[in-house]
Nanobody, 119 residues
Framework: QVQLVESGGGLVQPGGSLRLSCAASGGRFSMYTMGWYRQAPGKQRDLVATITRDGITNYADSVKGRFTISRDNAKNTVYLQMDSLKPEDTAVYYC?????????????WGQGTQVTVSS
């Protein structure tokens, strides 16, 4: 069982920056693909970015060039650096850990952290 705890959300003005962190415990962090997802009110939860255990990254088109996902396996932590924030980035951001090997799949979510972009 993997526990994920997000931090770093808050209120920021348009054009500003935030860095989200997700600390993992209870599993072999380095074996998981880690991801950030977000959910705005009344909308579905959408992918923001993922990073594989080999460090391969993937981004939603809406955040490419503005957001950067990274991981520190020694600290069991994944980060999301968010720059040039826009009001449409406002959402609850969730951390995800995903492991797949053959027929085995493990998938875990954090509790979410609110990001509000507003002047």
């Amino acid at each position: 069982q993997v526990q994920l705890v997000e931090s770093g959300g808050g209120l920021v003005q348009p054009g500003g920056s935030l860095r989200l962190s997700c600390a993992a415990s209870g599993g072999r962090f380095s074996m998981y693909t880690m991801g950030w997802y977000r959910q705005a009110p009344g909308k579905q939860r959408d992918l923001v970015a993922t990073i594989t255990r080999d460090g391969i990254t993937n981004y939603a088109d809406s955040v490419k060039g503005r957001f950067t996902i990274s991981r520190d396996n020694a600290k069991n932590t994944v980060y999301l650096q968010m720059d040039s924030l826009k009001p449409e980035d406002t959402a609850v951001y969730y951390c995800n850990a995903d492991y797949r090997s053959g027929f085995v799949r493990r998938n875990y979510w954090g509790q979410g952290t609110q990001v509000t972009v507003s002047s």
